[in-house]
Structure formats: structure tokens, C-alpha cells
């Protein structure tokens, strides 16, 4: 068998990504005290994940053991800053978070699945009420509704998500 080409290695590390980013960038956010930082780190991440990606590994799992290294290397280079973690500790941070990624994956699915059990409106709303950049004020305003009014709405919607999510996971524990 010939090794995959170019444009299909791409594809592969492309989807092999897209699927860890986001347990990826809270993972890094996680061992790193600022934004900034984090956002430092997975720039470097990404460019050692595309020159040494191997479609063959287990790409979640290395893809952390690299940015562990990588928030390290950063993290030496910020050590006269005293509010810099120590390795042991950037260490203990990362094992705990790689621990929680199933954990964090099975909540986002339960949510996921609950968000599209709500009414189109409703959810058509919890998703405009998150999206980066929107001001409730606004959004009220668009809605015809106090701010007060859109909160309550927003926080009656919030609880039944939670009450979905919680019952989905607990059926998933006995299955």
C-alpha cells in the first residue's frame, strides 16, 4: 500500500483536528495563566502537530502530550514571572484535564442532543443568546422584550437544558 498523498494527509490531520480542538485548546487553557499565552501555545501546537502528524497514532492523546511540552517550553520562558506554574504542577494540570476530556465529550454530546429536542424558537434563541458578541440588551430589543423578560426566558430554557443533559447522562450510566 502507497503512503497517502499530500492532499490526503492534509484531509487526514484536518479531520483529525477538527475533532480535538476544542478538548485541545481547553486543555492547553488549562495548564497556561493567560489567553494570550494559551493562544501563543496552540500556534505552536498546530504547526509541530502538521510537521510530525502520523495518521497511525492515536492523535488526540499525542496531540496533548505535544502541547503539554510546548505550554512547558512557553512556561520556562515566562518563569521570572511569578505568577508562572511550576513543571510539577503544569504536569498534575494536565493529567487531570486529559482525564476529563471523555467526561467533558459526554456532556457537550448530552447537550447537543437536548438543544435539539428544544422548540426551533428556543433554540434558535439559547443559540443567538451565546453567540460571541451578542449584547442581551440588543437581542431584547430585536425580540421586543425587556432585558429582564429575555433573562428569565434564558434562564427557564437554561434549566430545562440541565435537567435534559442530567437525565441523558444518568440513562447513559445504566446503559
Given amino acids: 500500500m502507497s503512503p497517502?498523498?499530500?492532499?490526503?494527509?492534509?484531509?487526514?490531520?484536518?479531520?483529525?483536528?477538527?475533532?480535538?480542538?476544542?478538548?485541545?485548546?481547553?486543555?492547553?487553557?488549562?495548564?497556561?495563566?493567560?489567553?494570550?499565552?494559551?493562544?501563543?501555545?496552540?500556534?505552536d501546537v498546530i504547526l509541530v502537530l502538521w510537521e510530525k502528524f502520523d495518521a497511525a497514532a492515536d492523535f488526540q492523546g499525542w496531540a496533548f502530550g505535544v502541547a503539554k511540552n510546548i505550554a512547558l517550553r512557553h512556561l520556562r520562558r515566562q518563569s521570572r514571572d511569578r505568577h508562572v506554574f511550576d513543571d510539577e504542577l503544569v504536569n498534575q494540570l494536565a493529567d487531570d484535564a486529559a482525564a476529563l476530556v471523555p467526561v467533558h465529550d459526554g456532556h457537550r454530546e448530552?447537550?447537543?442532543?437536548c438543544l435539539e429536542k428544544l422548540p426551533a424558537a428556543q433554540r434558535e434563541l439559547v443559540l443567538s443568546a451565546y453567540t460571541k458578541g451578542t449584547r442581551m440588551d440588543e437581542l431584547a430589543t430585536r425580540r421586543g422584550q425587556s432585558p429582564m423578560a429575555l433573562y428569565k426566558l434564558l434562564h427557564r430554557i437554561r434549566q430545562a437544558l440541565l435537567e435534559c443533559v442530567e437525565r441523558t447522562l444518568a440513562k447513559e450510566e445504566h446503559a
Fill in 110 to 113: 448530552a447537550l447537543e442532543h
Fill in 4 to 43: 497517502p498523498s499530500e492532499h490526503e494527509r492534509h484531509a487526514q490531520f484536518l479531520r483529525h483536528y477538527a475533532e480535538s480542538e476544542v478538548a485541545l485548546h481547553t486543555f492547553v487553557r488549562s495548564l497556561v495563566p493567560t489567553r494570550q499565552m494559551a493562544s501563543e501555545v496552540m500556534q
